[in-house]
């Protein structure tokens, strides 16, 4: 766990020195994303970062961020963001990856593709040869009519299950959503999946990123760059 964190941190504090002044940043959500709040919060304090705006992909990174001193606002509130910085549950080598571990991945959609840049950073326990060899995909989907969605996913032989939280109830998203985590171990077609879930009515998102990494940084020692090739 230890050495675990240490990556995430690496790769964190890298990210934070890709930001430079007046710059409109996007927060990713979870425990690696964590650390580059807080790194940037940091350099915003210490005065070497100046006129930061941050839009945040979740509730928990808006508060974060606030309580730190970042200006964090509505996404809405922005023409654009210049570059997000999130982590990532498995990335293949072409930097496609799965997201949502931490039922983040709708807003992390929507922020990702509001950003000119896609920044994600994962400790080396991130990278897999193939998608859903290491991680479900989580699909977010609306509670009206959930069961409806989940029999059609047990049709398309992914093996659903509803996330539930530590009382046992289904977990509910920041939108007021539920999850369904999948198996995708056994699909060789993930472009085709992603736009047949997509199109299913009750499913709000899903927490496959195709093409939407530009800049995968693993939190080695030293830190690893990998970029998408176009
Ligand atoms: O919903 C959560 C997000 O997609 C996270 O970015 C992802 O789960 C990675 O989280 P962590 O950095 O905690 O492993």
Do not use: P
């Given at each position: 766990m230890m050495m675990v964190n240490a990556g995430k941190k690496n790769a964190a504090l890298a990210a934070?020195?890709?930001?430079q002044d007046n710059m409109v940043v996007g927060l990713g959500t979870g425990s690696t994303a964590k650390f580059f709040i807080e790194g940037l919060a940091e350099q915003v304090q210490q005065d070497q970062l100046h006129n930061i705006t941050c839009v945040a992909t979740s509730i928990a990174s808006d508060e974060l961020g606030r309580s730190l001193g970042?200006?964090?606002?509505?996404l809405d509130e922005t023409d654009g963001i210049d570059i997000t910085i999130d982590g990532a549950d498995e990335v293949d080598p072409q930097l496609n990856g799965i997201k949502g571990g931490g039922a983040a991945l709708f807003y992390e959609k929507i922020v990702a593709k509001a950003s000119k840049k896609n920044i994600w950073i994962v400790d080396p326990s991130k990278q897999s040869p193939r998608l859903g060899t290491q991680f479900k995909l989580p699909v977010e989907v609306l509670p009206f009519g959930s069961h409806h969605v989940f029999n059609y996913l047990t049709d398309l032989s992914l093996d659903p299950h509803f996330r539930v939280n530590a009382d046992g109830q289904y977990l509910l998203t920041d939108s007021a959503n539920y999850?369904?985590?999948v198996?995708?171990?056994?699909?060789?077609?993930?472009?085709?999946?992603?736009?047949?879930?997509?199109?299913?009515?009750?499913?709000v998102e899903h927490g496959l990123f195709l093409g939407i990494c530009d800049t995968l940084i693993v939190g080695t020692e030293p830190t690893t760059i990998?970029?998408?090739n176009n």
């Open positions: 934070v020195k890709l930001i970042l200006h964090v606002v509505a999850i369904i985590d198996d995708i171990s056994e699909v060789t077609d993930l472009k085709a999946l992603g736009d047949e879930l997509i199109q299913h009515t009750g499913i990998l970029n998408r």
